[in-house]
Structure formats: C-alpha cells, structure tokens
C-alpha cells in the first residue's frame, strides 16, 4: 500500500521507501489484514499505518478508507482481497 494523504493506491513495483513508484488506484488486489478482524464481503476496510495491514475498524488520520472487501475473510486469516476506489464510499463520520 501507498498512502499519500488522500491518495491510496497499490505499488506496481518494489521501491525504496520515498522514492518515486507507479501505483494502481483501483482494482482488486489481496492485501495483508489484522489477523484479529473477522471480514465478511461488503465491509469497508481501512488501512493502519501502524500495523501496515487493512482493517475493518475505522478510524482518523492514520486509517484512511481504502476500499471494499469483495470476499470474506475469517479471524486469523492473514489477508483479503480488497476492491480499492470504490466510487461513493465515505470513510467514519
């Protein structure tokens, strides 16, 4: 994951931290999730910075809305596939 402030997106490549890389904005990706969420498909999905892996607890500042989880995805599974941009989504009020 590549977060920009409000740009989110999926790295094409492998880069060194900070340095400039193409990213995916959209589409369907599996992505690394807390191990502790269990996600059913339809949930929105948030990223953590501080884990570095999606989750479905919202939250500010670092846990920005990514996308969709398009298929569920039990507690203790280590990733999700995850629909990023989805049009019409809005993050915790």
């Known amino acids: ?3 920009i402030g409000s740009l989110i997106g999926v790295a094409s490549t492998t ?3 900070g340095a400039n890389v193409e990213i995916a904005t ?3 990706y599996e992505l690394p999730k807390v191990a502790a969420d269990a996600i059913v ?3 929105k999905l948030y990223w953590d910075a501080g884990q570095a892996k999606l ?3 919202a939250g500010t500042g670092s846990k920005p809305l990514v996308g969709v ?3 569920a995805a ?3 599974a280590a990733t999700v596939y995850c629909k990023l941009g989805v049009h019409g ?3 915790p009020a």
């Open 89 to 91: 989504l809005t993050g």
């Open 74 to 76: 039990g507690a203790g």
């Open 15 to 17: 880069q060194a931290a």
């Open 26 to 28: 959209s589409g369907v």
């Open 1 to 3: 994951m590549v977060v």
């Open 41 to 43: 498909a339809g949930d």
């Open 69 to 71: 989880a398009v298929k």
């Open 55 to 57: 989750t479905k607890t």
